[in-house]
């Protein structure tokens, strides 16, 4: 007991501190990005929307290696690899599906006399998106953002890639404990690891609250 | 005047079919659009709004409306399933085509919402979300207006009232208004002209007495039961059993002309028909 509050004490906590602050970038970086983006995907018939659901989705299928290569190759002309910056960009890519997805099947699941109601009101598309769309899909939106937030939280293929582990830099929790156990400091690990456990579980217990309250609130109002 | 020349592929209920219409509206009629489902009427309230492309011209007072958005158009639209903003209160979904709160207030009295206009739509009735669509297709005092079933899910107390609302509005607001509706009796009593439309075609064209009144002499039933020495016909949404000569033969799915019956048994309701021997 005693060596466990002791290892707590001198616990670091910076590579959470560090894999919070990423997270928030990212999500909020690809909250401005997706939105337009789902929108217009949801909305077109185009031919060419196929090719662009299937690059957004890449990320989910292609070994994190294959994705942390072709950065990496891109950004060695930058300056942005094994920086914070160069991070932020990864994650960017790599967490793209995770907020694209569910707001586009959110707008596609909307009533589309509803949209077409907007327009014939005299609407445009992106009065549209803020007035009418965006506040009809809150269990899609929330999905959208915690899901990217935890992902990027708990990526670490392309973080180790592009990022290595640099102290207060781009050693993210998930790289911290792959550390720790290389330098077979398995107490720390297994704490390191028990807070992103809780962390991941109460977030996504987040997610299904809300939306569980979202669809009985609606059900009882119906 | 509304002039449209259009021709469009669509899948309709026996297949795929081409709407094709030449049709003119004069200024301030009202015209009803009855017919079989998949005939393509909400398809031309859709053209017309802009809300679906078609090959061929739309003229509005002579104007193309190819290049016009839905957005510019200044024409009120009831779907059928209302398209209500479900975000927003049934007030709000006024104010949200015109920030004209004298107006919201005089169209929710009229449709008599005005105890409901805090109300979110999910929390609504069928009715209610009727007339709130109704109410909201008139903030934007439309040159055209556009009403898909409108009075679909209305009781029938609510359902004359808002017959004569939605005139009242017509005239006032002076629209051309364009309504579908299967509704011999909506149609009977709103409309000034009628067409009905078959498979994308308009094949009849008139006032709905001139549409819609039937030649007892030609009036045809279809069979849906055969019993001994009686058949149950269907006339219209109309069930009526007849009396009939047991040498005749009938079959299920028949069609019978049953004008003459009853000319000739002009004293009768219904029930039993005597039929001529």
């Given at each position: 007991?005693?060596?466990?509050?002791?290892?707590?004490?001198?616990?670091?906590?910076?590579?959470?501190?560090?894999?919070?602050?990423l997270a928030t970038i990212t999500t909020l970086i690809l909250f401005v990005v997706a939105l337009p983006l789902a929108w217009q995907l949801s909305q077109s018939h185009s031919k060419v929307k196929p090719i662009i659901e299937s690059l957004v989705s890449l990320p989910l299928v292609l070994p994190p290696s294959v994705l942390g290569f072709?950065?990496?190759?891109a950004f060695s002309s930058f300056d942005l690899a094994f920086t914070f910056k160069g991070l932020v960009i990864a994650s960017c890519f790599y967490s793209l599906p995770f907020m694209v997805q569910p707001l586009q099947g959110g707008f596609e699941s909307l009533n589309k006399n509803m949209i077409e109601s907007s327009y014939i009101a005299g609407k445009n598309k992106w009065v549209t998106l803020f007035r009418v769309a965006l506040p009809n899909i809150k269990p899609a939106l929330m999905t959208a953002l915690i899901i990217t937030f935890a992902h990027t939280v708990g990526e670490f293929g392309v973080v180790l890639m592009i990022g290595g582990s640099i102290p207060d830099e781009t050693r993210v929790a998930s790289i911290a404990i792959y550390d720790l156990m290389n330098n077979l400091e398995y107490g720390k690990a297994h704490i390191y690891s028990a807070i992103m456990l809780l962390i991941s579980f109460f977030v996504l217990l987040s997610v299904y609250i809300f939306n569980h309250k979202q669809k009985y609130f609606k059900g009882v109002r119906a | 005047?509304?002039?449209?020349?259009?021709?469009?592929?669509?899948?309709?209920?026996?297949?795929?079919?081409?709407?094709?219409?030449?049709?003119?509206?004069?200024?301030?009629?009202?015209?009803?659009?009855?017919?079989e489902s998949g005939a393509g009427k909400s398809t031309l309230l859709r053209i017309l709004a802009g809300l679906e492309k078609a090959e061929g011209e739309v003229l509005v007072h002579g104007q193309d409306w190819e290049d016009i958005p839905v957005q510019k158009r200044q024409i009120g639209f009831v779907f059928q399933d209302f398209g209500l903003?479900?975000?927003?209160?049934?007030?709000?979904?006024?104010?949200?085509?015109?920030?004209?709160?004298?107006?919201?207030?005089?169209?929710?009295?009229?449709t008599q919402l005005s105890e409901l206009k805090r109300r979110k739509p999910n929390t609504l009735s069928g009715g209610q979300k009727q007339r709130v669509a109704l109410a909201r297709a008139f903030m934007s005092r439309p040159n055209i207006l556009l009403l898909d079933e409108p009075l679909s899910s209305l009781n029938h107390d609510m359902r004359l009232k808002l017959q004569k609302d939605i005139l009242k509005?017509?005239?006032?607001?002076?629209?051309?208004?364009?309504?579908?509706?299967?509704?011999?009796?909506?149609?009977?009593?709103?409309?000034?002209?009628?067409?009905?439309?078959?498979?994308?075609?308009?094949?009849?064209?008139?006032?709905?007495?001139?549409?819609?009144?039937?030649?007892?002499?030609?009036?045809?039933?279809e069979i849906l039961e055969v019993k001994k020495d009686k058949i149950v016909i269907l006339v219209g949404q109309q069930l009526i059993e007849l009396e009939v000569s047991k040498d005749k033969k009938f079959n299920v799915g028949d069609y019978v002309d049953v004008g003459a019956y009853f000319d000739f048994c002009a004293s009768a309701n219904s029930g039993v028909q005597k039929i001529p021997q």
């Open positions: 007991m005693h060596e466990l509050l002791n290892t707590l004490s001198t616990l670091d906590l910076a590579p959470f501190a560090l894999s919070f602050k072709y950065l990496l190759v | 005047m509304i002039s449209l020349k259009i021709n469009k592929a669509l899948c309709g209920a026996k297949g795929e079919m081409n709407l094709e219409l030449d049709l003119k509206i004069r200024q301030g009629e009202f015209l009803a659009i009855s017919g903003f479900e975000n927003m209160s049934v007030e709000q979904n006024l104010l949200f085509v015109a920030n004209d709160k004298e107006l919201a207030d005089e169209l929710l009295d009229i509005l017509h005239q006032r607001f002076s629209c051309t208004t364009l309504m579908v509706s299967h509704d011999a009796s909506d149609i009977y009593r709103m409309a000034s002209r009628v067409i009905v439309m078959e498979l994308g075609k308009i094949v009849k064209d008139g006032t709905a007495k001139e549409v819609f009144s039937t030649n007892t002499s030609h009036l045809k039933g």
